[in-house]
């Protein structure tokens, strides 16, 4: 449990590591991002999987997962009050990622934003989005060297900033 801080709650830098987990946390009222992953170059998938996030000043979950050769995995994660991004992944530089049944609600900027440029592919799936003010989900996966797949999301009551409920650019 990680409650009422100043900075971020969890960060975990995994430069060339074979891989890591952040599972079943608690993170509240932090005034940073409340679970950040740094994975450049790991050889095993990086995954944060399980966590209760509440009430952010900056993003629910940071994965830089760029070039890491299994590439990273969110998913089952809540997500409620953040002050930019639900969850942002960048997985660039053939690594495959996922995103899957993870809750975002009342967030500033996008419910799930995705950086996968030149990407391995990669799944967007059963994720549920609601009151945030940018697109629900984003997805930039151009050049990626295998599909992209983003389905079965509900996204509700976002977008109000002339965004979407649902934005791929592939």
Aim: glycine share 20%; aromatic share 12%; charged share 10%.
């Amino acid at each position: 449990l990680v409650e009422d801080g100043t900075g971020g709650g969890i960060y975990v830098y995994a430069y060339q590591s074979p891989g890591g987990t952040v599972e079943g946390n608690r993170v509240g009222g932090v005034l940073g991002t409340g679970i950040q992953v740094n994975g450049y170059y790991a050889s095993g998938v990086l995954t944060v999987s399980g966590n209760d996030l509440t009430d952010l000043g900056d993003y629910g979950i940071y994965m830089d997962s760029s070039s890491a050769s299994q590439g990273g995995s969110v998913a089952d994660n809540r997500i409620a009050g953040v002050g930019s991004d639900g969850i942002y992944v960048n997985t660039a530089y053939d690594s495959p990622f996922s995103v899957t049944g993870n809750s975002v609600a009342d967030g500033t900027g996008n419910g799930i934003n995705v950086y996968a440029y030149q990407s391995a592919g990669g799944t967007v799936e059963g994720n549920e989005v609601s009151g945030v003010l940018y697109d629900g989900i984003y997805v930039y996966g151009y050049y990626s060297s295998s599909p992209l797949s983003v389905a079965d999301n509900t996204v509700t009551d976002s977008g109000e900033y002339w965004s979407t409920g649902i934005y791929v650019y592939a």
